[in-house]
């Protein structure tokens, strides 16, 4: 039986010439697998990683999730994975096949036990709902909470970010602080504390976490996670990967120079 994660990532991290977010039409990506793969290795990355959604969500009235591969369809994206890895992998390139999966308390046990099943390189860590709830989805879902509620989703989000980094099943956990996306949570720095919880538990599973450049791109127009959380897990020694959570071919690895400076910065020397 195949295993996920087969290797962990050690502090500081990987080197910028690696890039493991990235999706692909397959999921919501707008290039096609083909198409990433090639712009990664014509762009000089020396590993690459396509990681589509993964979702299995507990509640039976999100049984199609639009935006996610399709778990029929997940031999199919492992076999044409390994094609281009066949014909795209040399001494300077490899290719890894990876999954973005939704953490749920529910169910993580169960869905990763079945993807073991696979020759799948590696798993992330993301949370994207908070029950049906959708944190990054769009604004409007947003705009119709109160304050109150949206207190509550931010405390529950943190509360399944901190289960992501204690199960221990992930190479790493995606965009840590995804719930600023929009810039419609107030005072968001004041999470800090959830935040050093999860990387502590991080710390403790051997567990990293990314850099991803995307959050510059969006209202937050900071990335992914915060200076603060990243300094704190700096601390900790958690390991940091910088990855441009790319959705296009052009963008395989957006930012990549200013997210190594960045890092840097912080005293994550290489």
């Known amino acids: ?3 996920p994660m087969p290797r962990k ?6 080197e910028a010439g690696c890039s493991y977010h990235n999706h692909s039409n397959w999921s919501d990506g707008a290039s096609s697998m083909e198409e990433m793969c090639r712009a ?3 762009a000089g990355l020396t590993e690459f ?4 959604h993964f979702v299995i ?3 039976p009235e999100e049984k199609f999730i639009d935006w996610a591969l399709p778990v029929e369809k997940l031999e199919d994206y ?8 066949a014909e795209l992998d040399d001494d300077n390139f490899t ?13 993580i046990d169960e869905v990763t036990a079945y993807l073991s099943r696979y020759p799948i390189d590696y798993l992330i860590g993301s949370v994207h709902y908070v029950g049906r709830f959708p944190v990054d989805h769009s604004v409007p879902p947003w705009e119709k909470l109160s304050a109150q509620e949206k207190e509550e989703i931010c405390q529950e989000y943190w509360r399944k970010v901190l289960g992501a980094a204690s199960c221990g099943k992930f190479l790493f956990l995606g965009h840590l602080d995804l719930i600023k996306k929009f810039a419609l949570i107030p005072d968001v720095e004041r999470f800090l504390p959830q935040a050093e919880k999860v990387l502590d538990a991080a710390a403790s599973t051997g567990t990293g976490i990314e850099l991803n450049t995307s959050g510059w791109f969006k209202p937050c127009q900071e990335q992914y996670p915060s200076d603060a959380i990243l300094a704190a897990a700096q601390k900790r020694r958690v390991p940091v990967v910088i990855n441009p959570d790319a959705h296009d071919s052009a963008h395989v690895n957006r930012n990549f120079q200013t997210a190594a400076a960045l890092l840097q910065s912080l005293g994550f020397l290489r």
Request: no cysteine; aromatic share 12%.
């Open 1 to 3: 039986m195949n295993s």
């Open 9 to 14: 990532f050690v502090y500081p991290g990987p």
């Open 40 to 42: 990664a290795k014509a």
């Open 49 to 52: 990683g396509l990681s589509d």
């Open 57 to 59: 969500h507990p509640d």
């Open 78 to 85: 492992i076999a044409a994975l390994q094609k281009l890895k």
């Open 95 to 107: 290719l890894r096949i990876g999954l973005e999966v939704d953490f749920f308390f529910e169910n």
